[in-house]
Nanobody, 124 residues
Framework: VQHIVESGGGSVQAGGSLRLSCEVS????????MAWFRQAPGKERGEVAA???????AYNASVKGRFIITRDNAKKGLYLQMNRLKPEDTAMYYC??????????????????WGQGTQVTVSS
């Protein structure tokens, strides 16, 4: 991955929504597993949502039903629609991607390329 750039973070009240965007410079982007991670102060970085090369998605239990991850290969974009935000969603959000092969898939991706992150702050 040449570069990863996140955007769309901000401050919002609990119950509000935000949409994060990520531009991933990689080819062919359709062969990349992609995911959103987040890291709150004093906590480890953890996966929020992931999407494989076939568009199948997986979510952390804490965001399932509230967040939606999508990808647009034509735009080399990854997105995270965050609804019904809670104060505990406050964190720096990171986009990541890793090249895979059809026989391997995205079941055990090893992410090592990260963007600079975008801050999400949810107030109660």
């Amino acid at each position: 991955v040449q570069h990863i750039v996140e955007s769309g973070g901000g401050s919002v009240q609990a119950g509000g929504s935000l949409r994060l965007s990520c531009e991933v410079s990689a080819d062919p982007i359709s062969s990349y597993c992609m995911a959103w991670f987040r890291q709150a102060p004093g906590k480890e970085r953890g996966e929020v949502a992931a999407i494989d090369t076939d568009g199948r998605t997986a979510y952390n239990a804490s965001v399932k039903g509230r967040f939606i991850i999508t990808r647009d290969n034509a735009k080399k974009g990854l997105y995270l629609q965050m609804n019904r935000l809670k104060p505990e969603d406050t964190a720096m959000y990171y986009c990541t991607a890793v090249l895979t092969e059809p026989v391997i898939g995205c079941s055990l991706p090893y992410y090592e390329d990260w963007g600079q992150g975008t801050q999400v702050t949810v107030s109660s």
